[in-house]
């Protein structure tokens, strides 16, 4: 058996290169990256990353852009829940009229 890491993880790859702090932006990014995400369409756990910002669902074969290491971006989320929250205080003042 091959010998494993014990703290680092992913980036157990690079040793002791590159410093102890890229190397956890690095793990963050790499973990997020190779994560399976769940897909907006079928609702499965198989949106998977091809390559900088393509995401293909196996399930129902999809095939989406999306954030580079996320299936959504930060803006995109960000916007999402200001739609979300803009709808939600129009339907709360029409009930005031």
């Known amino acids: 058996m091959a010998k494993r890491t014990k703290k680092v993880g992913i980036v157990g790859k690079y040793g002791t290169r590159y410093g102890a702090s890229l190397r956890k932006m690095v793990k963050k990014i790499e973990i997020s990256q190779h994560a399976k995400y769940t897909c907006s369409f079928c609702g499965k756990t198989k949106m998977k ?5 393509i ?7 999809k095939t ?23 709808l939600l205080m129009k339907s709360s003042t029409r009930g005031r009229r």
């Open 64 to 86: 989406v852009a999306g954030g580079a290491w996320t299936y959504k971006s930060g803006l995109e989320i960000q916007a999402t829940e200001e739609d979300e929250r803009t």
């Open 55 to 61: 995401w293909h669902c196996g399930s129902c074969m």
């Open 49 to 53: 990353r091809r390559a900088v910002g």
